[in-house]
């Protein structure tokens, strides 16, 4: 199986691309390169055209939504194919407001996780999801998360996003790691370059029960990258 160029893991900032059809599908399009990120590691599929045809969703061919994916993955164009044949270059745009939105709340979620997990009655994260509008968390603790103590992380983040400190991204054995200074954390998602980038964010807590609290994640400044 040949498989698709994730662009996007070394030029996340771009926004158009030129690829050659490798597979058709009954209702999508596998390219040899794309900067299309698709729905996988918990966030949000990029959207854009393809050849000024929309492309409707993207998914990665072996994984499951929230499973680590697989870098080696086909990567599907879901979009209207009767155009389009084997072989054929083709020009891509996708949409980079919403593409550097994502990246901005998506490091931002990082920064979020790395001071939460630091908290009396931290357990784990349970699940998560970001998009270019917020980034949603749920997080387990055996003590209750007050509104204290989700200023106090939100004070603690804003801080260090004014500290201007390099973000980047590696790739190792098929693995992909999100670093900025001190803290790592694996993640095959699409980031900004240095914390400046995000902004100032604020942050909401909802208490789902049963010791979980889901931590939304939102942007303060509406351009910043």
Same mark, same amino acid.
């Given at each position: 199986m040949i498989?698709?160029?994730r662009?996007?893991? !070394?030029?996340? #900032?771009?926004s158009?691309?030129?690829a050659?059809v $490798?597979?058709?599908?009954?209702? #999508?399009?596998v390219?040899?390169r794309?900067l ?9 599929n990029?959207?854009g055209r393809?050849?000024?045809?929309d492309?409707t969703?993207v998914l990665?061919?072996?994984?499951n939504?929230?499973d680590?994916?697989?870098?080696e993955?086909q990567i599907? !164009?879901y =979009?209207d ?11 891509? $745009?996708?949409?980079?407001q919403?593409?550097?939105?994502? =990246?901005?709340?998506?490091?931002a979620?990082h920064?979020?996780e !790395?001071? /939460?997990s630091k ?5 784990s994260?349970?699940?998560?999801f ?9 997080y387990?603790?055996?003590?209750? @998360?007050?509104i204290d ?5 939100g004070?603690e983040?804003n801080n260090?996003?004014?500290k !201007?400190?390099k973000?980047?991204?590696?790739i190792?054995?098929? /693995?992909?790691?999100?670093i900025?200074?001190? $803290? +790592?954390?694996?993640c095959?998602?699409?980031h900004?370059d240095?914390v400046s +980038? ?8 909802k208490? +789902?029960?049963?010791? $979980?609290?889901r931590?939304?994640? #939102?942007? @303060?400044?509406?351009?910043n990258?």
């Amino acid at each position: 199986m040949i498989s698709t160029e994730r662009l996007f893991d !070394h030029a996340p #900032y771009d926004s158009t691309f030129k690829a050659k059809v $490798i597979s058709i599908g009954p209702d #999508y399009l596998v390219l040899d390169r794309t900067l299309f990120y698709p729905l996988s590691g918990n966030q949000v599929n990029d959207s854009g055209r393809i050849n000024n045809i929309d492309v409707t969703n993207v998914l990665c061919k072996d994984n499951n939504v929230g499973d680590y994916i697989s870098l080696e993955s086909q990567i599907w !164009h879901y =979009m209207d194919i009767s155009s389009f044949h084997i072989n054929q270059e083709v020009d891509g $745009i996708i949409d980079i407001q919403n593409r550097l939105l994502t =990246m901005r709340l998506h490091s931002a979620s990082h920064l979020v996780e !790395h001071f /939460i997990s630091k908290l009396s009655g931290f357990v784990s994260v349970e699940g998560s999801f970001v998009n270019y509008e917020k980034d949603r968390t749920d997080y387990k603790f055996t003590t209750s @998360l007050t509104i204290d103590d989700l200023n106090n992380v939100g004070e603690e983040v804003n801080n260090f996003i004014a500290k !201007h400190i390099k973000i980047e991204t590696k790739i190792s054995n098929g /693995i992909k790691q999100w670093i900025c200074g001190d $803290i +790592k954390m694996l993640c095959c998602g699409t980031h900004v370059d240095n914390v400046s +980038k995000i902004g100032k964010v604020k942050l909401k807590r909802k208490n +789902k029960g049963k010791g $979980i609290y889901r931590v939304e994640t #939102y942007l @303060l400044e509406e351009n910043n990258v």
